[in-house]
């Protein structure tokens, strides 16, 4: 009788690095098995699948080379792609730096059910946002696997730009760092020392959530080092904004993001977000990362400044906070139950 193959066998092998599953003969397949199989790019193989793709050792590396070297254990497609903290999604490296456009919103609320929550409700990801809110790393951490259960992708903003934060957060699992207040190339360069691996920046590698908890760390001997580093730089200082030629050409960063609260108050301007001063530096800054081949979001108040940004070119909008879309639609129930009446 033919086996059953279900989306919980297809998950143990992936987390075991097997990219091509050996079995004797076909099993039948569950429609989540199927569907399990082909986001993470796996196939069965009826007969022996070569001695690459077979189960690693529990070292978390193969047993090694004829030189006793250490292989990683999986190759082929799925090898640069992470297991813990994107289960079942592509990496977010093909979504943000796709032609795709993305929707999320700011994550205020320090706990993992909030994420959880949000996560359920459509947004491509959430931005987590450490900047203007109590929450620390183990929180962070804590709330990013709140969102391993969805479909949604958990981007971090940092409070500042340190080793720690940087590494930090991308060492618990984020999918991507938003970097707030840039303001030098000084500035760029620390982000690159921190965020990359060598020999790019002096990032140090460690058996970390991202890696598994080390049973996947083989990886990174197996394709693009920083496949899984996804940086977005954001431009809201008057000082960026004037160094904005040489900071485009930064290639380690794969977006940016204008914050117009920051932007406008760096200029003196704070929260005329009609004023030609600010609308005429956002058009510059859209032409010129466009003219460099980058990719460029922004921060939208509510959903109709988003969807007017988007049709308007950009291509990614961060809407607001769930707290503020929260507090918004409570108001406009109240109104409506009490027939406007206050
Ligand atoms: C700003 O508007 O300053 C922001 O950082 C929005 O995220
Ligand atoms: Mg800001």
Known sequence: MQDIFTRDDVL?????????????????LTDLAREALNSLQMEIVVGKAPVANQAPAADGYGAGDASGAAVPNAVGPTAQKLTAPT?????????????????GTFIGTPHPVMTEFVGHMGFDFVCIDAEHNAMH???VQKMLQGLKATPTYGMVRIPTLSYE???????IGADALL?????TMDDIARLKEFSQYPPIGRRGCGPSRLWDYGDSIGQLAAGDINYTTNIVAQLETVQAVEQIDEIVKSDFIDMFFIGPGDLSMDMGIFGQFSNPKLTDTIKMLRQTTAAAGKRLGLFAGNFEAASNWLNSGFDMVIVNSELAILSGAVAAGLKKARGDQR
């Open 137 to 139: 790393l183990e929180t």
């Open 12 to 28: 143990a092998y992936h987390r075991k690095g097997v990219v091509k599953i050996s079995m004797d003969e076909m099993p039948i």
């Open 165 to 171: 934060y940087v590494s930090g957060a991308l060492d």
């Open 87 to 103: 289960l079942n999604k592509k990496p977010f490296r093909d979504v943000i730096c796709s032609n795709q456009k993305l929707v």
């Open 179 to 183: 970097i707030p207040q840039i303001r």
